[in-house]
């Protein structure tokens, strides 16, 4: 009589049986495990991805740590290099001012050496200094406040043996230094310290002077930059 329906009666719809308006249709949508392989995926691929940007980082940190450690080699080994070059002989024949080379040793059997000599210094480091000025010149390496070991030069213009130590202006060039190898030649033979007795005491400078700066970077990657100096002051190197 009413216009209601049973339970479990159809709506009619021209003629055909179909679903009721009012039915809830089942909803779609991922299982738990669909969502955890999901993000596994994701995770793989996203570890794949940072791996490969990290180790073309860590390439290029290696690349511009190389090229630091390069340069400021060849800047170090340039300057000493030049200034050795112009090493002048002691104004006085067997004066204890002329050139000096000492013979030191460090950890991991690197030689730690020092050369000492006269020139006049093609940059100046001090302002009170002339420009003219005949200077004792110092390069060698050792540790440093920090507790590392650096290549360092002093000079020292006042021409006083007693007071040179105490007014010599000392600069740190470098803390990547970790060793100072240096070798005289004079006429075919040569020295591990300068002067020693052989050489000839007509000449108080060497012909040559091999020098080998060992550098170390923050990747405890080592290189030697090698050179050596010819000193015009001495003459040719051949035997008289």
């Given at each position: 009589?009413?216009?209601?329906?049973?339970?479990?009666?159809?709506?009619?719809?021209?003629?055909?049986?179909?679903?009721?308006?009012?039915?809830?249709?089942?909803?779609?949508?991922?299982?738990?495990?669909?969502?955890?392989?999901?993000?596994?995926?994701?995770?793989?691929?996203?570890?794949?991805?940072?791996?490969?940007?990290?180790?073309?980082?860590?390439?290029?940190?290696?690349?511009?740590?190389?090229?630091?450690?390069?340069?400021?080699?060849?800047?170090?080994?340039?300057?000493?290099?030049?200034?050795?070059?112009?090493?002048?002989?002691?104004?006085?024949?067997?004066?204890?001012?002329?050139?000096?080379?000492?013979?030191?040793?460090?950890?991991?059997?690197?030689?730690?050496?020092?050369?000492?000599?006269?020139?006049?210094?093609?940059?100046?480091?001090?302002?009170?200094?002339?420009?003219?000025?005949?200077?004792?010149?110092?390069?060698?390496?050792?540790?440093?406040?920090?507790?590392?070991?650096?290549?360092?030069?002093?000079?020292?213009?006042?021409?006083?043996?007693?007071?040179?130590?105490?007014?010599?202006?000392?600069?740190?060039?470098?803390?990547?230094?970790?060793?100072?190898?240096?070798?005289?030649?004079?006429?075919?033979?040569?020295?591990?310290?300068?002067?020693?007795?052989?050489?000839?005491?007509?000449?108080p400078l060497p012909c040559q002077v091999r020098l080998a700066l060992t550098l170390r970077d923050a990747q405890q990657h080592v290189r030697t930059f090698i050179t050596t100096v010819a000193l015009p002051m001495r003459g040719s190197c051949e035997t008289k």
């Amino acid at each position: 009589m009413g216009y209601g329906k049973r339970p479990g009666q159809s709506c009619m719809a021209r003629g055909r049986a179909s679903p009721c308006a009012d039915a809830v249709a089942p909803e779609a949508g991922f299982t738990l495990v669909e969502l955890l392989l999901a993000l596994f995926l994701f995770a793989l691929i996203a570890g794949v991805i940072f791996a490969a940007f990290a180790a073309v980082a860590s390439g290029v940190e290696r690349g511009r740590q190389s090229m630091e450690l390069y340069r400021v080699g060849r800047a170090a080994l340039l300057q000493m290099a030049q200034e050795i070059s112009a090493t002048m002989p002691p104004p006085v024949a067997g004066s204890d001012t002329g050139l000096r080379g000492q013979k030191g040793s460090g950890g991991g059997g690197l030689a730690l050496d020092r050369i000492d000599f006269l020139t006049i210094p093609y940059r100046r480091y001090s302002e009170t200094m002339p420009g003219h000025e005949i200077c004792n010149v110092a390069y060698y390496v050792a540790e440093n406040p920090q507790g590392y070991t650096a290549l360092f030069r002093e000079e020292d213009c006042s021409g006083e043996e007693a007071e040179r130590r105490d007014r010599a202006t000392r600069l740190e060039l470098t803390d990547l230094a970790i060793g100072l190898e240096i070798t005289y030649y004079d006429a075919g033979k040569d020295y591990e310290e300068w002067p020693l007795g052989g050489y000839d005491p007509r000449y108080p400078l060497p012909c040559q002077v091999r020098l080998a700066l060992t550098l170390r970077d923050a990747q405890q990657h080592v290189r030697t930059f090698i050179t050596t100096v010819a000193l015009p002051m001495r003459g040719s190197c051949e035997t008289k």
